[in-house]
């Protein structure tokens, strides 16, 4: 099951999404994500310090680089391009 609800391009992580879901994984393909709302969520490449997300910010995720999330405390709504 996935810890995010899919509408096309967006996704939406709930705030009383499981911590534990939020695993480290690799996309298939390059990403470029937009970050459309959501308040105190982090954003970690492997091997590096999270990354505070605000609206507005972009991060581009080459294909198979291991990511995650860290929850926030409001639902997380992100834009997929690529």
Aim: aromatic fraction near 8%; charge should be negative; avoid cysteine.
């Amino acid at each position: 099951m996935k810890p995010y609800l899919d509408n096309s391009n967006i996704r939406t992580f709930s705030k009383d999404v499981d911590p534990m879901d939020l695993i480290w994984h690799k996309d298939d393909e390059d990403r470029n994500i937009e970050i459309l709302e959501g308040e105190g969520w982090k954003f970690q490449f492997d091997n590096e310090l999270p990354l505070s997300l605000a609206k507005g910010d972009r991060i581009f995720i080459t294909k198979h680089r291991i990511h995650r999330v860290h929850k926030g405390t409001t639902d997380l709504k992100i834009k997929i391009n690529g």
